[in-house]
């Protein structure tokens, strides 16, 4: 059972936006690191967005200025703001935790596989 919880996704036109909500358990919800990636079908899944227990946000350059992560402390709850939406966004959205800190490390190859809990996703479609 996954543990962590997506809702939010649906069909979108471009230009249009979104809200995706992650949804954790107390014990996850304090991990030091909180991310969202997306996958292609037939692609690995890849790093979009990540924010820190603290505040501390990142995002890979092609969501920059268009999507925005943030948390709510007291809903145990993470969100991706994603607005502006392109037809390339399309994609099936995962949340994802881990403990080691890594969410500068969010534009790198590979890097889903060091992150420990994981929800069974949303799927984002944005038409043309």
């Known amino acids: 059972q996954a543990p962590l919880v997506e809702s939010g996704g649906g069909s979108v036109q471009a230009g249009g936006s979104l809200r995706l909500s992650c949804s954790a358990p107390?014990?996850?919800?304090?991990?030091?690191?909180i991310s969202w990636f997306r996958q292609y079908p037939g692609k690995e899944r890849e790093g979009v967005a990540s924010?820190?227990?603290?505040?501390?946000?990142y995002y890979v350059d092609s969501v920059k200025g268009r999507f925005s992560v943030s948390h709510d402390d007291a809903k145990n709850t993470v969100y991706l703001q994603m607005n502006s939406l392109k037809p390339e966004d399309s994609a099936q959205y995962y949340c994802?935790?881990?403990?080691?800190?890594?969410?500068?490390?969010?534009?790198?190859?590979?890097?889903?596989?060091?992150?420990?809990?994981w929800g069974r996703g949303t799927q984002v479609t944005v038409s043309s």
């Open positions: 994802a935790a881990n403990s080691d800190g890594l969410c500068s490390k969010i534009g790198e190859s590979g890097v889903a596989a060091y992150y420990i809990y």
């Open positions: 107390e014990y996850i919800y304090r991990h030091t690191c």
């Open positions: 924010i820190y227990s603290e505040g501390l946000t």
